[in-house]
């Protein structure tokens, strides 16, 4: 998971659906291993996708910080 007031992805969690980056493909994509990750620059969120992107993660792996 990651620390901070940024957007968080439990790898532990994560089983590699890729909901979040279907939903919100401007901040996460998935990696090698298909378990999801924050592409460069995008780890503060923003974007009401970010949130929705958290909501459609079947696991919950994705965490965002409180406006």
Known sequence: MGSGSGIGIDKDRCI????CA????EVFTQDDDGLSTLLPGREEGG????????????VGAITVPED
Do not use: D
């Open 47 to 58: 974007s009401p996708l970010v949130r929705e992107a958290a909501r459609a993660c079947p």
């Open 16 to 19: 590699g659906a890729g909901q």
């Open 22 to 25: 279907l939903t919100a493909p």
